[in-house]
């Protein structure tokens, strides 16, 4: 029987303020989603054997292509070319190896260590974790530029190094509303299942 991993937020970081905590990974056995919590319903990944929480409120999209499955849970309608303001995305490449000519652990480290470095944006905090065969990278930053103005991004790049999959998890809202959005987000990040076989 495949063992699923679950995000869970513990509230113990390494050494940061609580404004900068970000949701950790738990590994749990495998079990069927609990109720969903007040205000989401459980939205499954089929093509990834993930489940995701979802807001009521909130629009769901999924989309592949030739090399990844990406899926988006967002506050606002995702218009042509993948445009919202609030909202999560998750995608999933497998063999990564393959594309990227380096280990989904390696491919992971490089790429989160590449984010929230570029033009406009800040690192507000990073972290490293590692949970059976997922490695964790997290990183949020702040990006300063745009139409919409600053926006918040928490990112979690994670790469299961038994099946060489990688997945990039994003949460991001713009920094105005990020303390309501963020309040979703974490819950969403917490509650999420991944399947370790996949």
């Avoid at 984010?115 to 990006?143: D, I, M």
Wanted: hydrophobic share 40%; charged share 15%.
């Amino acid at each position: 029987m495949v063992r699923p991993f679950i995000f869970v937020f513990c509230g113990l970081l390494l050494v940061r303020s609580a404004a900068a905590q970000t949701p950790t990974p738990a590994q749990a056995p495998a079990t069927a989603p609990a109720e969903a919590p007040m205000g989401f319903h459980w939205q499954p990944l089929p093509e990834v054997k993930a489940t995701m929480l979802l807001p009521y409120t909130w629009n769901y999209k999924a989309e592949t292509s030739r090399d990844a499955q990406a899926y988006f849970l967002t506050r606002e309608k995702i218009v042509p070319g993948g445009q919202f303001q609030t909202g999560m995305s998750l995608n999933v490449v497998r063999q990564i190896t393959a594309k990227s000519k380096q280990a989904a652990g390696a491919y992971a480290q490089a790429f989160s260590a590449r984010s929230g470095r570029g033009a406009g944006q800040q690192v507000l905090g990073q972290e490293t974790k590692a949970q059976g065969p997922l490695r964790l990278f997290g990183v949020r930053y702040r990006v300063g530029t745009g139409a919409a103005g600053p926006k918040i991004i928490q990112q979690w790049a994670i790469a299961n190094t038994t099946t060489d999959t990688f997945y990039l998890l994003v949460f991001e809202s713009p920094e105005k509303d990020w303390p309501q959005a963020w309040k979703l987000g974490e819950e969403m990040i917490k509650q999420l299942r991944l399947d370790s076989g996949v």
